[in-house]
């Protein structure tokens, strides 16, 4: 089993509200992934990020931002939470590399009122 | 862009049943993953296949890198209802480490 770990795994907030999730792994992995997901859907990258002090914009837009500023530790922050934000977003890391699995914590089901 | 095709969108199959799912791509992958997810949790990685024509088993799984490099299968054998969930094909280029997802099959098992 990976150790990759995300909080909160469930979170309701009003509108506006700055929200920060947690994504940390203690596997040592230089590569880290965010990724958003509707129920039942597919995978969408939204963000990703090499190493320290490394991050780049997934396929998907968003209005998240991440930082990297530990190899363990890749935070994803909504500055003003909009119902259109309401999904799961999934955190993932993978060895350095090309084509290591990733593997993924149990994500953040985010419901914006 | 690079896409995976998986169909159907969902799959019902009876307990002791095989299985079989595709993943077909037009585009020329190198590196094929499978994965599951059961409800409100995060994918976990069931097999990797590394070379074109490789056949790999994990217990009552087993997948295939296509001689073609353009599409991979899982077969589940003998199911059981904690099969039940979402199976997901994944592939990485070698133009770079972004991985492509597929759109997942539901699988529902009946006892």
């Known amino acids: 089993e990976a150790d990759i770990y995300q909080t909160p795994r469930y979170l309701v907030i009003g509108t506006g509200k700055k929200i920060t999730l947690e994504c940390s792994q203690t596997m040592g992995h230089d590569k880290m992934y965010w990724y958003q997901q509707d129920p039942g859907m597919e995978l969408h990258l939204i963000h990703y990020s090499y190493g320290v002090n490394s991050t780049e914009k997934g396929d998907l837009s968003s209005e998240s931002t991440v930082s990297r500023i530990r190899t363990e530790h890749f935070p994803l922050t909504l500055e003003s939470a909009r119902p259109s934000h309401t999904s799961q977003y999934l955190c993932?890391?993978?060895?350095?590399?090309?084509?290591?699995?990733?593997?993924f914590g149990d994500g953040t089901r985010l419901s914006i009122l | 862009g690079q896409q995976l095709n998986q169909s159907p969108q969902s799959m019902f199959i009876q307990e002791g049943e095989d299985v079989s799912m595709n993943c077909t791509s037009s585009s020329i992958f190198n590196t094929w993953l499978w994965y599951k997810q059961d409800p409100g949790e995060g994918p976990v990685l069931l097999i990797a296949?590394?070379?074109?024509?490789e056949l790999t088993s994990n217990g009552r799984l087993t997948a295939q890198f296509g001689i073609t490099r353009k599409d991979s299968f899982l077969n589940i054998s003998a199911s059981i209802p904690s099969d039940v969930g979402i199976y997901f094909c994944a592939a990485f280029t070698g133009a770079n480490s972004k991985l492509t997802f597929g759109k997942g099959i539901t699988l529902s098992v009946r006892p």
């Open positions: 296949l590394y070379k074109a024509g």
């Open positions: 993932a890391s993978s060895e350095g590399g090309r084509a290591q699995p990733q593997h």
